[in-house]
């Protein structure tokens, strides 16, 4: 989640904390957001999943490849060795 919110874009990154930061006061004041406040479910949109998931896809390509590199040396010149 941190990655993804790094990447995204600087207004949405501020709307966002704006929407947290409204909930969390409001939240410790024991009371609810005024209707007209309310994020609409027409309106409510996943903005987050896209960059979820690219970071998800980037980290799972670099265990890949961290799996192909040899740990040892021995293991690195047994790939080199002509068979």
Do not use: H
């Not at 909930?23 to 903005?47: F, G």
Request: net charge positive.
């Amino acid at each position: 989640m941190q990655e993804a919110c790094l990447r995204l874009p600087k207004q949405v990154l501020i709307d966002r904390t704006n929407r947290i930061r409204e909930a969390l006061v409001a939240n410790s004041q024991a009371r609810q957001l005024p209707e007209e406040m309310w994020t609409k479910p027409e309106e409510d949109t996943p903005y987050l999943y896209p960059y979820i998931a690219e970071v998800q896809k980037e980290w799972a390509d670099r265990a890949a490849f961290r799996c192909r590199i040899p740990t040892s040396l021995d293991t690195l010149f047994s790939l080199l060795k002509p068979k």
